[in-house]
């Protein structure tokens, strides 16, 4: 179970990392479209904590992954979310799935509803867009780990 809450906070925190780093872009994009000018300015900030914090949980997932027996070619194309060690966990992970998918196709006509009030705020939030996406990647999220732990714990 620890596995599961790690790798699921992890990304948690790699997709609010990435919506940090768009943002950042796309401030950066709009300063350069004001001025006129060809100019571009990129705040470093965001790339380097992305980075950072994808080689350390990239390293930490290999070290602890449950499957010892894959190599890291194989184990890199896995979700690393999905724990299926025995027969259990594979029932147990199937529900999670189960049950982000509801919440993902709950969440995203929501916010698809959300766009249509989009220019009356574009000015104060511009890069709404980039959370909103961010946003039901990381409810999904949630909605597994949460599946995931219930069902574990029963």
Do not use: C
């Amino acid at each position: 179970m620890k596995h599961v809450v790690i790798q699921s906070i992890s990304s948690i925190i790699l997709y609010v990392l990435m919506a940090f780093l768009f943002s950042s872009f796309l401030s950066d994009v709009s300063t350069v479209i004001e001025t006129d000018r060809f100019e571009i300015e990129f705040n470093l900030l965001p790339l380097l904590l992305l980075v950072g914090f994808f080689i350390i949980w990239t390293i930490y997932s290999f070290k602890t992954r449950p499957n010892q027996n894959l190599s890291f070619g194989q184990w890199s194309v896995r979700m690393t979310e999905f724990s299926e060690v025995d027969e259990r966990e594979q029932i147990i992970t199937a529900k999670a799935t189960k049950a982000a998918y509801v919440s993902f196709g709950i969440t995203v006509p929501l916010l698809m509803a959300s766009f249509m009030f989009y220019p009356l705020f574009e000015n104060a939030l511009p890069a709404y867009p980039i959370y909103a996406l961010a946003s039901t990647l990381i409810i999904s999220t949630l909605v597994y780990m949460t599946t995931w732990i219930r069902a574990y714990t029963r």
